[in-house]
């Protein structure tokens, strides 16, 4: 009973969890500019995603390792400070991504300039560190993130039409600006798959103490869970593509963004916008400023854990809160949150293969997965896209950074 | 007596104290000469400063440095000789409690600002 609850709970969760800065940004911007034909880049990050998390969990589960812990046994730290430099390098720009977004969630609800918000953000978000449990943190926010189905009922209430719906599941050329729409898809997919996710997730395993006879639940609330937080994100590119395509609205800030809702919720349109993206930032900053501190205690052996006394985990304590510090310092700059993003997605997937290639060699040795190790078509599957999408992110990024 | 590879099952494996209290990750493995006889362990580190050093010396140095700022160089790295180790598994177990070694000098360090701050 108790594991049907997990499940229950854990898909609910991923599907309140699984908008932040970044799919809310790239989403609204790929309807806005390119309608539904962006759909298929959604439908295919949002499989790879529940396919890594699937096999992040049961690499904790049955190795009773998360992947820091694991990469650092398996390749030693020669090898690992790449991975680990890419990865606290990629959340520090997306923790400062996400406390700027929770920033302009709350000048959206009072008109304050979003810059005076940065800092009381940033304070939050290392409160919630500091007091809080992994359960009130994962599932709180999880909770608090199904505000974000407005986007899918507003979706629904629009009424778009069905077969344009799933002719974009399928890739196709753009008509116009081709760098463009390359660059959304690799932004598309730094913002579904961010690296944090999974090692947060591997963590999380551990957290909860899931066995290796619990694979099932591990399996079941990551494809489920994931799948159904995609539609979210779907939700999200048809609105806009419903509401700013038509009326030519660029989305380049969030203020724009923010109108997709009023056609259909009218003068509660921007407060549960700002609801939504408030809701989503402030949760991932938590989730990235502790996977951060996760991935650097695992590294070096200290003790962690979000439900252990922080008094006994002073180093992994310390540690979150230089993150939350310097992600909040970066945030107070005054960086455009959104332009900040978009940058940062299009890096995560730049530097994915050297977090993902070292995990699938640990999905595939038996020493740490013993019998469950990975199918060919999941390692071809993800090594695939993975190098693919840095391909194109190595190409499209400078185009873009270059074309303003 | 089974077989042990230095690099897969010593190096870089977490190490744990008589009551399972994590003490950091294998560093460096430290080999002595014997006369006339092949290299054998005689210890492991834990530390900034081993660690860094197998990054590449400068690294090492700055990390020695660092330490020695704020006065935790005492003890450390922590050399452990192989005759405390007690059994080498999913993690490396040694016969002595983490109050023996100065490898949670850090943790002992912020330990009460942490307890001030969280309230616990």
């Given at each position: 009973m108790s594991a049907i609850v997990d499940v229950v709970l854990g898909i609910v969760t991923s599907i309140g969890g699984f908008i932040e800065a970044g799919s809310i940004s790239t989403s609204a911007q790929a309807g806005a500019e390119f309608g539904f034909q962006l759909l298929w880049a959604i439908a295919i990050a949002t499989v790879m995603l529940a396919v890594m998390i699937e096999m992040s969990g049961r690499l904790a589960a049955v190795s009773r390792r998360t992947i820091d812990a694991a990469v650092r046994e398996r390749f030693g730290i020669s090898f690992q400070w790449v991975p680990l430099a890419a990865e606290l390098g990629i959340d520090t720009l997306l923790l400062s991504a996400e406390i700027g977004g929770a920033a302009i969630a709350v000048k959206l609800l009072t008109g304050i300039g979003f810059l005076w918000w940065v800092a009381p953000v940033g304070l939050l978000v290392w409160l919630i560190l500091m007091l809080f449990g992994f359960s009130v943190i994962e599932y709180g926010f999880g909770l608090l993130g199904l505000v974000t189905l407005s986007f899918v009922y507003a979706a629904y209430h629009l009424r778009p039409p069905t077969h344009d719906l799933v002719r974009s599941l399928a890739p196709s050329m753009p008509h116009h600006d081709l760098v463009r729409y390359a660059f959304l898809s690799v932004s598309i997919l730094g913002a579904t798959v961010s690296p944090y996710l999974l090692n947060f997730y591997s963590s999380g395993t551990i957290e909860e103490k899931l066995t290796e006879k619990e694979l099932w639940v591990n399996r079941t609330t990551a494809y489920l869970g994931i799948c159904f937080g995609g539609v979210v994100s779907m939700g999200v590119l048809v609105t806009s593509a419903m509401v700013l395509g038509p009326k030519q609205i660029i989305v380049d800030s969030y203020d724009q963004a923010a109108l997709m809702l009023v056609p259909v919720f009218h003068r509660w349109g921007i407060a549960l916008f700002a609801c939504s993206l408030g809701v989503g930032c402030l949760g991932a900053a938590v989730e990235i400023a502790i996977n951060a501190a996760y991935a650097f205690s695992q590294a070096l052996g200290w003790s962690w854990g979000a439900n252990k006394a922080r008094s006994d985990t002073a180093r992994f304590s310390a540690a979150f809160t230089l993150i939350t510090l310097a992600g909040t310092l970066i945030a107070l700059l005054g960086f455009d949150p959104l332009r900040l993003t978009m940058i940062s997605l299009a890096l995560t997937v730049v530097i994915m293969p050297v977090i993902v290639l070292p995990f699938l060699a640990l999905m595939n040795d038996d020493r740490y997965v013993k019998t469950h190790t990975n199918s060919a078509f999941g390692n071809a599957f993800l090594a695939g896209l993975t190098l693919l999408g840095a391909l194109l992110a190595i190409i499209v990024l400078p185009l873009e950074v270059l074309g303003g | 007596m089974g077989e042990l590879a230095?690099?897969?099952?010593?190096?870089d494996k977490r190490v744990v104290d008589r009551n399972n209290r994590e003490l950091g990750r294998v560093d460096r493995v430290v080999l002595g000469e014997t006369p006339g006889g092949p290299p054998r362990v005689l210890a492991i580190e834990i530390g900034p400063s081993a660690l860094g050093a197998r990054l590449h010396p400068v690294v090492g140095r700055i990390a020695r440095a660092l330490e020695h700022i704020f006065r935790?160089?005492?003890?450390?790295p922590v050399r452990v000789e192989v005759?405390?180790?007690e059994h080498i598994q999913d993690s490396v177990k040694?016969?002595?409690?983490?109050?023996?070694?100065?490898?949670l000098a850090v943790e002992q360090r912020l330990r009460p600002f942490v307890k001030r701050l969280s309230g616990g």
């Open positions: - | 230095l690099a897969r099952d010593l190096q935790l160089e005492e003890g450390r005759d405390r180790i040694l016969d002595l409690t983490a109050g023996e070694t100065a490898a």
